[in-house]
Protein backbone atom coordinates (compact mmCIF):
# COMPACT_ATOMS: atom_id res chain seq x y z
CA UNK A 1 0.00 0.00 0.00
CA UNK A 2 0.97 3.15 -1.11
CA UNK A 3 1.43 6.38 1.61
CA UNK A 4 2.77 9.88 2.10
CA UNK A 5 5.83 10.24 3.94
CA UNK A 6 9.50 11.52 3.88
CA UNK A 7 11.31 10.00 0.90
CA UNK A 8 14.99 9.17 1.95
CA UNK A 9 16.68 9.61 -0.84
CA UNK A 10 15.22 13.18 -1.91
CA UNK A 11 13.87 14.63 1.32
CA UNK A 12 10.24 15.80 -0.46
CA UNK A 13 7.37 14.81 0.85
CA UNK A 14 6.16 11.93 -1.59
CA UNK A 15 3.67 9.06 -1.94
CA UNK A 16 6.32 6.30 -1.58
CA UNK A 17 6.56 3.09 -3.25
CA UNK A 18 6.73 -0.56 -2.46
CA UNK A 19 10.68 -0.26 -2.90
CA UNK A 20 12.65 -3.50 -3.17
CA UNK A 21 15.83 -3.59 -1.79
CA UNK A 22 17.32 -6.77 -3.28
CA UNK A 23 15.95 -6.88 -6.75
CA UNK A 24 13.15 -9.64 -7.42
CA UNK A 25 15.15 -11.42 -9.96
CA UNK A 26 17.71 -12.60 -7.44
CA UNK A 27 14.51 -14.26 -5.73
CA UNK A 28 12.23 -15.67 -8.70
CA UNK A 29 15.49 -17.78 -9.34
CA UNK A 30 15.33 -19.40 -5.97
CA UNK A 31 11.74 -20.58 -6.55
CA UNK A 32 11.74 -24.27 -6.96
CA UNK A 33 8.45 -24.48 -9.20
CA UNK A 34 5.33 -23.39 -8.22
CA UNK A 35 6.94 -22.77 -4.54
CA UNK A 36 8.29 -19.28 -3.39
CA UNK A 37 11.73 -18.55 -1.85
CA UNK A 38 12.16 -19.41 1.86
CA UNK A 39 13.77 -15.94 4.00
CA UNK A 40 16.28 -17.37 6.48
CA UNK A 41 17.12 -15.59 9.56
CA UNK A 42 19.74 -16.67 12.08
CA UNK A 43 18.30 -14.07 14.95
CA UNK A 44 16.51 -16.17 17.60
CA UNK A 45 12.98 -16.88 17.42
CA UNK A 46 12.81 -16.24 13.76
CA UNK A 47 11.52 -18.85 11.17
CA UNK A 48 12.07 -18.86 7.70
CA UNK A 49 9.06 -17.37 5.64
CA UNK A 50 8.26 -17.25 1.92
CA UNK A 51 8.16 -14.94 -0.25
CA UNK A 52 6.88 -14.75 -3.45
CA UNK A 53 8.40 -11.62 -4.61
CA UNK A 54 10.85 -10.83 -2.57
CA UNK A 55 11.12 -8.39 0.68
CA UNK A 56 10.32 -4.87 -0.08
CA UNK A 57 10.21 -1.82 2.10
CA UNK A 58 7.03 0.74 1.72
CA UNK A 59 8.73 3.44 3.76
CA UNK A 60 11.98 4.60 2.26
CA UNK A 61 11.95 5.39 -1.36
CA UNK A 62 9.32 7.55 -4.26
CA UNK A 63 8.61 6.15 -7.39
CA UNK A 64 10.69 8.92 -8.52
CA UNK A 65 13.81 7.84 -6.77
CA UNK A 66 13.27 4.43 -7.36
CA UNK A 67 13.26 4.93 -10.73
CA UNK A 68 16.32 6.78 -10.26
CA UNK A 69 18.40 3.34 -8.79
CA UNK A 70 16.57 0.95 -10.84
CA UNK A 71 18.92 1.41 -13.82
CA UNK A 72 22.00 -0.44 -11.55
CA UNK A 73 19.57 -3.04 -10.05
CA UNK A 74 18.94 -4.20 -13.91
CA UNK A 75 22.55 -4.38 -14.56
CA UNK A 76 23.61 -6.05 -11.38
CA UNK A 77 21.23 -8.30 -12.12
CA UNK A 78 22.35 -8.69 -15.64
CA UNK A 79 26.15 -8.82 -14.39
CA UNK A 80 25.26 -11.26 -12.01
CA UNK A 81 22.13 -13.63 -13.98
CA UNK A 82 23.35 -13.48 -17.38
CA UNK A 83 26.63 -12.52 -17.92
CA UNK A 84 28.16 -14.72 -15.43
CA UNK A 85 27.42 -17.16 -17.79
CA UNK A 86 29.97 -16.27 -20.14
CA UNK A 87 32.84 -16.00 -17.07
CA UNK A 88 36.53 -17.55 -17.31
CA UNK A 89 37.21 -20.32 -14.82
CA UNK A 90 40.55 -19.44 -13.42
CA UNK A 91 42.07 -22.71 -11.71
CA UNK A 92 44.09 -24.03 -9.39
CA UNK A 93 45.57 -27.73 -9.36
CA UNK A 94 42.72 -28.90 -11.63
CA UNK A 95 39.81 -26.68 -9.61
CA UNK A 96 38.10 -23.49 -10.16
CA UNK A 97 38.68 -20.92 -7.44
CA UNK A 98 37.40 -18.10 -9.03
CA UNK A 99 35.45 -16.60 -12.45
CA UNK A 100 36.68 -13.45 -14.04
CA UNK A 101 34.19 -11.48 -16.23
CA UNK A 102 36.24 -8.46 -18.48
CA UNK A 103 34.32 -5.62 -19.64
CA UNK A 104 32.32 -4.71 -16.95
CA UNK A 105 31.12 -1.29 -15.77
CA UNK A 106 32.42 -0.21 -12.82
CA UNK A 107 30.73 2.83 -11.72
CA UNK A 108 26.78 0.48 -12.73
CA UNK A 109 27.82 -2.24 -10.46
CA UNK A 110 29.17 -0.45 -7.82
CA UNK A 111 26.38 2.01 -7.48
CA UNK A 112 24.11 -1.30 -7.27
CA UNK A 113 26.26 -2.79 -4.23
CA UNK A 114 26.10 0.72 -2.57
CA UNK A 115 22.50 1.46 -3.19
CA UNK A 116 21.69 -2.16 -2.01
CA UNK A 117 23.59 -1.28 1.10
CA UNK A 118 21.95 1.92 1.63
CA UNK A 119 18.51 0.67 1.28
CA UNK A 120 19.14 -2.11 3.55
CA UNK A 121 20.86 0.07 6.21
CA UNK A 122 17.87 2.51 6.39
CA UNK A 123 14.96 -0.12 5.86
CA UNK A 124 12.67 -1.07 8.82
CA UNK A 125 12.02 -4.31 7.59
CA UNK A 126 13.21 -7.06 9.95
CA UNK A 127 14.81 -9.12 7.32
CA UNK A 128 17.72 -6.17 7.26
CA UNK A 129 17.77 -4.94 10.92
CA UNK A 130 21.27 -6.63 11.49
CA UNK A 131 22.69 -4.16 8.88
CA UNK A 132 23.79 -1.06 10.40
CA UNK A 133 26.06 1.34 9.07
CA UNK A 134 26.23 4.39 11.81
CA UNK A 135 27.80 7.39 10.31
CA UNK A 136 28.68 5.73 7.06
CA UNK A 137 25.05 6.50 6.12
CA UNK A 138 25.29 9.81 5.08
CA UNK A 139 28.06 8.86 2.86
CA UNK A 140 25.88 6.03 1.49
CA UNK A 141 23.03 8.44 0.38
CA UNK A 142 25.47 10.97 -0.65
CA UNK A 143 26.62 8.21 -3.57
CA UNK A 144 23.34 7.11 -4.58
CA UNK A 145 21.77 11.00 -4.83
CA UNK A 146 24.89 12.11 -6.42
CA UNK A 147 25.05 8.44 -8.60
CA UNK A 148 28.92 8.95 -7.29
CA UNK A 149 30.67 5.57 -7.14
CA UNK A 150 33.19 6.27 -5.40
CA UNK A 151 37.34 4.41 -5.67
CA UNK A 152 37.07 1.31 -5.30
CA UNK A 153 38.65 1.09 -1.27
CA UNK A 154 35.46 3.28 -0.89
CA UNK A 155 32.88 0.66 0.48
CA UNK A 156 35.02 -1.78 -1.42
CA UNK A 157 32.97 -4.85 -2.96
CA UNK A 158 34.08 -8.62 -2.96
CA UNK A 159 32.13 -11.28 -4.45
CA UNK A 160 31.90 -14.91 -4.10
CA UNK A 161 29.78 -17.67 -5.88
CA UNK A 162 28.63 -20.99 -4.34
CA UNK A 163 29.47 -23.80 -6.71
CA UNK A 164 27.67 -27.14 -5.32
CA UNK A 165 24.03 -26.31 -4.88
CA UNK A 166 20.85 -25.11 -6.08
CA UNK A 167 19.67 -22.37 -3.90
CA UNK A 168 16.05 -22.21 -2.88
CA UNK A 169 16.60 -19.97 0.08
CA UNK A 170 18.10 -17.01 0.87
CA UNK A 171 19.69 -16.14 4.52
CA UNK A 172 19.28 -12.39 5.84
CA UNK A 173 22.20 -9.89 5.39
CA UNK A 174 24.56 -9.56 8.34
CA UNK A 175 27.87 -8.18 9.55
CA UNK A 176 31.37 -9.42 9.04
CA UNK A 177 34.67 -8.99 9.78
CA UNK A 178 38.01 -10.28 7.82
CA UNK A 179 41.37 -9.41 9.79
CA UNK A 180 39.22 -6.46 11.83
CA UNK A 181 37.51 -4.80 9.00
CA UNK A 182 34.23 -4.14 9.15
CA UNK A 183 32.02 -5.81 6.15
CA UNK A 184 28.29 -6.63 4.92
CA UNK A 185 27.27 -9.60 3.72
CA UNK A 186 24.27 -10.03 1.27
CA UNK A 187 23.22 -12.79 -0.19
CA UNK A 188 22.20 -12.93 -3.95
CA UNK A 189 20.78 -16.28 -4.88
CA UNK A 190 24.13 -18.12 -5.35
CA UNK A 191 26.49 -15.46 -4.81
CA UNK A 192 27.56 -13.79 -1.82
CA UNK A 193 28.67 -9.82 -2.00
CA UNK A 194 31.36 -8.52 1.15
CA UNK A 195 30.85 -4.98 1.15
CA UNK A 196 33.03 -3.17 3.31
CA UNK A 197 31.87 -0.14 5.67
CA UNK A 198 35.36 0.84 7.42
CA UNK A 199 37.60 3.63 6.62
CA UNK A 200 40.46 1.31 6.30
CA UNK A 201 41.74 -0.30 3.25
CA UNK A 202 40.95 -3.86 2.48
CA UNK A 203 43.02 -6.67 4.30
CA UNK A 204 45.86 -7.38 1.92
CA UNK A 205 45.04 -10.78 1.53
CA UNK A 206 42.22 -9.31 -0.52
CA UNK A 207 43.40 -6.35 -2.55
CA UNK A 208 43.23 -7.70 -5.55
CA UNK A 209 39.91 -9.19 -5.36
CA UNK A 210 37.62 -6.64 -4.95
CA UNK A 211 35.90 -4.54 -7.53
CA UNK A 212 38.08 -2.33 -9.13
CA UNK A 213 38.45 0.54 -12.38
CA UNK A 214 39.22 -0.91 -15.40
CA UNK A 215 39.93 -4.40 -14.01
CA UNK A 216 38.18 -7.85 -15.05
CA UNK A 217 35.80 -8.62 -11.94
CA UNK A 218 36.83 -11.56 -9.78
CA UNK A 219 33.66 -13.91 -8.16
CA UNK A 220 35.83 -15.82 -5.67
CA UNK A 221 34.49 -20.13 -5.69
CA UNK A 222 33.04 -21.12 -2.59
CA UNK A 223 31.21 -24.45 -1.23
CA UNK A 224 28.46 -24.56 0.51
CA UNK A 225 28.56 -28.03 1.85
CA UNK A 226 30.08 -28.05 5.06
CA UNK A 227 30.44 -24.47 5.13
CA UNK A 228 29.13 -22.24 8.03
CA UNK A 229 26.19 -20.95 5.61
CA UNK A 230 25.66 -24.82 4.68
CA UNK A 231 25.22 -25.45 8.31
CA UNK A 232 23.06 -22.57 9.28
CA UNK A 233 20.55 -23.20 6.82
CA UNK A 234 20.38 -26.88 7.96
CA UNK A 235 19.96 -25.73 11.35
CA UNK A 236 17.54 -22.88 10.54
CA UNK A 237 15.17 -25.46 8.36
CA UNK A 238 15.68 -28.06 11.01
CA UNK A 239 14.20 -25.51 13.51
CA UNK A 240 11.38 -24.28 11.48
CA UNK A 241 10.34 -28.34 10.51
CA UNK A 242 10.22 -29.05 14.21
CA UNK A 243 8.58 -25.85 15.24
CA UNK A 244 5.49 -26.59 12.60
CA UNK A 245 5.17 -30.04 13.68
CA UNK A 246 4.43 -28.85 16.97
CA UNK A 247 1.98 -26.35 15.93
CA UNK A 248 0.32 -29.61 13.72
CA UNK A 249 0.55 -31.16 17.56
CA UNK A 250 2.47 -34.55 15.66
CA UNK A 251 5.63 -33.50 18.74
CA UNK A 252 4.46 -32.46 21.99
CA UNK A 253 5.70 -28.96 22.70
Same mark, same amino acid.
Request: glycine share 6%; hydrophobic share 40%.
Given at each position: ?????? +??? +??????????? !??? #???????????? &?????????????????????????? +?? #?????????????????????? $???? !????? @??? &???? #???????? $???????????????????? @??AVGPFEKRLREMVLE????????????? &???????????????????????? +????????????????????????????????????????????????????????????? #? @???? $????
Amino acid at each position: MSNTQT +CRL +CLQEKRLINAH !IIP #EGFFRLLRSGNV &APEMHSNSPGSFPKRMPVGVYDSTIL +CG #ECDQQIAPWDDYGQQVLLQRFQ $KATP !ITHQA @RTV &AWSL #EEVNYTNL $KLFFVALLWRASISSHNFYK @RIAVGPFEKRLREMVLESEPGDSQEFAVIL &ARFEDVSMTAMLDPHPERFDHIFF +CRFYLSGFVSYIKVDKRPVPELLSELHLQVGKPLTILTRSLQGSPDGLLMRKIAESALAFR #E @RRKG $KIPG
